[in-house]
């Protein structure tokens, strides 16, 4: 036998072997989950999520309460509070704006900062930045000093961002729009 078929002969065992373990393990699987209806596993997969974003807000409030912040909310349920209001128009879509700004987790641990990667500069509704940055950003004018809180949905969501920002963290921006055109 040559080399080249002793390698074909045993590439064609590997994969009967694999066939076989996976044959096996796909009728070996847990007879209810075989069962279970689609409805049933979307209904559990929202009982799941809707006990997350409670688990999440429930943070929120804590961080909010300990801090003694009076912060508004939206609909979409970023949390704001504007510390000194500035000059000048309110920011609008289509608008570059300039911030210096502080970024923390809700445990207090500072993650990013502009001290140190300089202003964030973006032109407001084109994206590149966190949603609820842009949402947020919507409701000041130049000059304003704000915190917003970000829930996980308005941040980097159920990845992170591969960075700083774990998975399904809520994020604090203290910051200060520097520049609007």
């Known amino acids: 036998m040559s080399i080249k078929n002793l390698y074909l002969f045993v590439v064609k065992m590997i994969l009967a072997i694999v066939f076989t373990i996976s044959m096996i393990a796909c009728n070996n699987y847990d007879s209810t989950s075989r069962n279970k209806r689609p409805d049933d596993l979307t209904e559990s997969l929202i009982k799941v999520n809707k006990h ?26 970023l949390r704001y509070q504007i510390d000194s209001v500035g000059y000048g128009r309110n920011v609008r879509f289509g608008d570059i704006v300039r911030i210096r700004y502080k970024v923390r987790l809700l445990t207090g641990d500072v993650i990013y900062d502009s001290d140190s990667t300089g202003p964030k500069e ?3 509704g084109k994206g590149g930045v966190e949603t609820g940055l842009e949402e947020g950003i919507l409701l000041l004018r130049n000059g304003d000093r704000a915190k917003f809180v970000l829930p996980s949905h308005l941040a980097f969501g159920l990845l992170g961002d591969n960075d700083k920002v774990p998975p399904k963290a809520s994020i604090v921006y203290d910051l200060q729009v520097v520049d609007l055109q």
């Open 52 to 77: 997350m974003v409670k688990i999440e807000e429930e943070d929120i409030n804590d961080f909010i309460g300990r801090y003694n912040y009076k912060m508004s909310s939206t609909g979409t349920g």
């Open 122 to 124: 973006f032109v407001v």
